[in-house]
């Protein structure tokens, strides 16, 4: 079922209160309570039902405007049989259709959203509002059969509420209901078919992005310190929550462990909340191994990361590597590859090598493309950060010919012609196969540095015995000769073509080309 928007709640409970006597709500409301209400659905706007009061009557209520509204039964107006539906609409949401019935008998304000559904205030603080939110959406994932789409009107509804809060105050309910949903997400993906899971899972995921992009955004808005009690109290009740979910080994679905970092790295500059973090953390990684379960689980990896980090924060790498040497690398690897670009960026060179050299020891035992690239882009920044270390270009050149793309275009971008070309022969690329623009570059400024590859390239295709290949080699000749005069060694380029001729004198088609192109002659 689709919720009704509170303000369109509202306005029908205002039509409800204005069209109808008292005895009609009365009959409404004693029909939803003996489950006269067969069916109910709403969808956008408009609510259906069925109800049975000897008859079958289909009800249809227009949150938008009450006097579209209809009944199949005779009455005129507004009728019994549409406050029941009414009433149903109510309990669905989590609302309280007794105290709705006596809030309207006396003649109290029909405000929907203060319906007496016991819904805290503003100073109630963080777990009244949760206890809330449990009791009022915490079945919501039982209707996520095929989607999440469900928890999307939750969401907004839920957020809602703190509309009228300051701001800050407000920041910090909307951090929390964000991640409520999302624990109604994982509920949801726990109870999906499993033979259809990789389905589910990609179908949630995406689903489940914007909300997750949307709490990055608000974690970003907020203060690194909290500026008050109350503030204080409520980031308090996230980070419990947060670490409750993040090391939750039965949540499968996201990566609450990304979440529970970029929290206490957002709040690093608070130093009491962080050091009794670290203290708890530190508390639940003794028993890991010890018999709190395999290293390699889910629970013990999201501990173990969460000690990496504060050990990483706290300048202890050796410390930090260490504990993620015992987690599953497939899991953390973007955890290492995180706290390596952060060295980078600080201009730790030192901690920056032991981060490079344990991620390329992880990724030799767990080949992981994703995660190579993100190693080649590390070894590009470091290299033209620190030139003279050799250490870079040698993990690149240890991961040819993977690392091919990249390491050729490190060569380019970093005017290292020479060795450029030498990556082309070690690597038997052609002419043919390589960018023009990058040739023609290197031709402007140093062409003797490609002698060599034409020359391989004239050899091959002579060999290949097919006129195709004989064309071949006449075209990289031409270029060969235009080389050989850039570089000023035209007497060097005559001395080759003459030789070339007499050794391939046996072949007739390969001199036939050699005339077409001019160059049979000096």
């Not at 069209?19 to 706007?45: F, I, Q, S, T």
């Not at 579209?68 to 309990?91: D, I, K, N, V």
């Not at 259709?97 to 109630?124: H, K, T």
């Not at 259809?196 to 907020?222: C, D, G, K, Q, V």
């Given at each position: 079922?689709t919720?009704?928007?509170d ?5 029908l ?9 008292h ?5 409404g409301?004693a029909l ?9 659905e ?5 609510i259906?039902g069925?109800v049975?009061?000897g008859?079958?009557?289909?009800v ?5 405007d009450m006097?579209?509204?209809t009944?199949?039964c005779p009455?005129?107006?507004a009728c019994?049989?549409m406050?029941a ?8 949401a989590g609302g ?7 809030m ?7 405000d ?14 963080p777990?009244?509002w949760?206890?809330w939110?449990?009791?009022r959406?915490?079945?919501v994932?039982r ?5 999440l ?7 907004q509804?839920a ?12 920041r910090?309910?909307?951090l929390?209901?964000?991640?409520l949903v999302?624990e109604?997400?994982?509920r949801?993906?726990?109870a999906?078919?499993?033979?259809n899971?990789?389905y589910?899972e ?5 689903s489940?992005e ?12 907020t203060?690194?310190?909290?500026a008050n009690?109350a503030e204080?109290?409520w ?17 499968a679905?996201l990566?609450w462990?990304?979440l ?6 957002h709040f690093?500059?608070?130093?009491d909340?962080v050091r009794?973090?670290r203290d708890?953390i530190?508390r639940?990684a003794k028993g890991i191994?010890?018999?709190d ?5 889910p ?8 000690l990496?980090?504060f ?5 202890d790498?050796?410390?930090?590597i260490?504990?993620?040497r015992r987690?599953?690398?497939?899991r ?9 670009e952060?060295?980078l960026?600080d201009g730790?060179f030192g901690?920056l090598?032991?981060?490079m ?9 767990n080949?992981d ?5 993100s190693?080649?882009k ?6 033209e ?7 870079w270009?040698?993990?690149?050149r240890?991961w040819?010919p993977?690392s ?7 060569y ?13 022969l070690a ?5 043919e196969n ?6 023609r ?8 540095l490609l002698l060599?590859?034409f020359h391989r390239a004239v050899?091959e295709?002579v ?6 290949g ?13 080389l050989?005069r850039?570089a000023?060694r035209?007497e060097?380029?005559r001395?080759f ?10 072949l007739r ?5 050699l005339r077409?192109g001019?160059?049979?002659e000096d």
């Amino acid at each position: 079922m689709t919720r009704l928007a509170d303000e369109r709640t509202e306005r029908l409970l205002r039509a409800l209160a204005n069209g109808l006597p008292h005895e009609r709500l009365a009959d409404g409301h004693a029909l939803y309570r003996g489950g006269r209400v067969l069916v109910m659905e709403a969808v956008m706007n408009t609510i259906y039902g069925a109800v049975d009061d000897g008859a079958v009557h289909a009800v249809t209520l227009d949150a938008d405007d009450m006097a579209y509204s209809t009944c199949t039964c005779p009455a005129e107006g507004a009728c019994a049989h549409m406050a029941a539906l009414f009433f149903r609409c109510l309990e669905s949401a989590g609302g309280d259709a007794d105290e709705v019935l006596r809030m309207l008998m006396e003649g109290g304000s029909p405000d929907a959203e203060s319906a007496a559904d016991g819904m805290p205030g503003e100073s109630d603080g963080p777990d009244a509002w949760a206890e809330w939110f449990a009791g009022r959406y915490g079945f919501v994932w039982r209707e996520c059969r095929y989607s999440l789409h469900p928890l999307q009107p939750v969401l907004q509804e839920a957020k809602g509420k703190a509309r009228d809060w300051p701001r800050e105050l407000r920041r910090l309910h909307w951090l929390q209901t964000v991640l409520l949903v999302l624990e109604q997400a994982e509920r949801a993906f726990a109870a999906s078919d499993p033979s259809n899971r990789y389905y589910y899972e990609m179908s949630f995921t995406r689903s489940a992005e914007p909300w997750i992009r949307h709490w990055h955004e608000l974690l970003h808005e907020t203060g690194p310190v909290p500026a008050n009690e109350a503030e204080e109290r409520w980031l308090r009740a996230i980070a419990a929550r947060l670490r409750d979910c993040a090391f939750d080994g039965t949540f499968a679905l996201l990566r609450w462990d990304e979440l529970y970092v970029a929290w206490w790295d957002h709040f690093a500059g608070w130093r009491d909340a962080v050091r009794e973090e670290r203290d708890e953390i530190g508390r639940l990684a003794k028993g890991i191994g010890d018999g709190d379960g395999d290293a390699s689980s889910p629970r013990a990896t999201a501990v173990l990361t969460a000690l990496a980090f504060f050990r990483f924060r706290a300048g202890d790498h050796e410390g930090a590597i260490e504990a993620m040497r015992r987690t599953s690398f497939r899991r953390t690897s973007s955890f290492v590859c995180g706290f390596a670009e952060r060295c980078l960026a600080d201009g730790d060179f030192g901690a920056l090598e032991r981060w490079m050299l344990f991620l390329h020891e992880r990724l030799r035992l767990n080949r992981d493309a994703t995660v190579l690239k993100s190693l080649l882009k590390l070894c590009r920044g470091a290299d033209e950060r620190q030139p003279g270390h050799p250490l870079w270009v040698r993990m690149m050149r240890d991961w040819l010919p993977l690392s091919y793309s990249e390491l050729s275009a490190h060569y380019l971008a970093r005017g290292r012609l020479r060795e450029w070309t030498d990556l082309q022969l070690a690597m038997g690329i052609r002419p043919e196969n390589l960018d023009p623009g990058h040739l023609r570059l290197i031709a402007k400024e140093a062409p003797e540095l490609l002698l060599p590859l034409f020359h391989r390239a004239v050899d091959e295709s002579v060999r290949s015995r097919g006129r195709q290949g004989y064309r071949a080699a006449v075209r990289h000749l031409k270029r060969l000769e235009k080389l050989y005069r850039a570089a000023g060694r035209q007497e060097r380029w005559r001395f080759f073509l003459r030789e070339f001729r007499l050794r391939h004198a046996r072949l007739r088609a390969l001199q036939e080309e050699l005339r077409y192109g001019n160059l049979a002659e000096d």
